[in-house]
Structure formats: structure tokens, C-alpha cells
Nanobody, 125 residues
């Protein structure tokens, strides 16, 4: 059983910051690879950032330099610091986890077995 619970969403103006958290209630082996995804209205779910068991981090091009993913392995909490948020960042943000990757794309939603309920982030211009 894996439970992922996100928090930290909200509304900000363009240029503002938010920090999302995802508490993982699971055996650490089941959450070796974790990631953040987002899905805006009428759009597909896209990968934002991921971190694997070795600490390797991958970012989507459109968030590089603005978003920072990190993980507290002791507390089993995944974070996403989002700076300089823009209106196109308005979306539901989801935490995801998997024991291992089966393909080559760490930011593809099909790679992940477990998902949180998501938190809403709204960025106004």
C-alpha cells in the first residue's frame, strides 16, 4: 500500500513562489523514484521534475532554473520549490512514485504506479 499526500498548493501572482510537499506513506523501496506532474484544464498530464534513488534529478525544460525538486529520505517527503511562477503554471500538481523505471523517460506518467490526489496551483497575471 502506497499513499501519497500533497500539500502546499494555492494562489499566487505571476512572479511569486510556492513550495509543494508530498508525504509518502510507504515502504521506501516502493517510492525509489518520485516525481511531480502537472495537468492544466484540458491538457495532458506532463512531467515537471523527478528524482531517483541515487539523487539524480531531471527537470522539464520549461521549469529549469525556476523549480527545484528535493527529497527528505528520512521523513519520506518530496518537495517542489516553485519560483517565478507564471500563469501557464496554473494546474493541478500531482506527486507520483514508482519502485523502478521501465523505460527511458523519467517524466512520462506511464512510468509511475502510485499517485497522490493532487493540489491546485493558480497563478494570476
Amino acid at each position: 500500500q502506497v499513499e501519497l499526500a500533497e500539500s502546499g498548493g494555492g494562489s499566487v501572482q505571476a512572479g511569486g513562489s510556492l513550495k509543494l510537499s508530498c508525504v509518502a506513506n510507504a515502504h521506501p523501496g516502493k517510492t525509489a523514484v518520485m516525481a511531480w506532474f502537472r495537468q492544466g484544464p484540458g491538457t495532458r498530464r506532463d512531467g515537471v521534475a523527478s528524482i531517483d534513488g541515487n539523487g539524480k534529478i531531471t527537470y522539464a525544460d520549461h521549469v529549469k532554473g525556476r523549480f527545484t525538486i528535493s527529497k527528505d529520505n528520512v521523513k519520506c517527503i518530496l518537495y517542489l520549490q516553485m519560483d517565478d511562477l507564471q500563469p501557464e503554471g496554473t494546474a493541478m500538481y500531482y506527486c507520483a512514485a514508482t519502485p523502478w523505471l521501465t523505460g527511458s523517460s523519467v517524466l512520462h506518467p506511464l512510468e509511475y504506479n502510485y499517485w497522490g490526489q493532487g493540489v491546485q496551483v493558480t497563478v494570476s497575471s
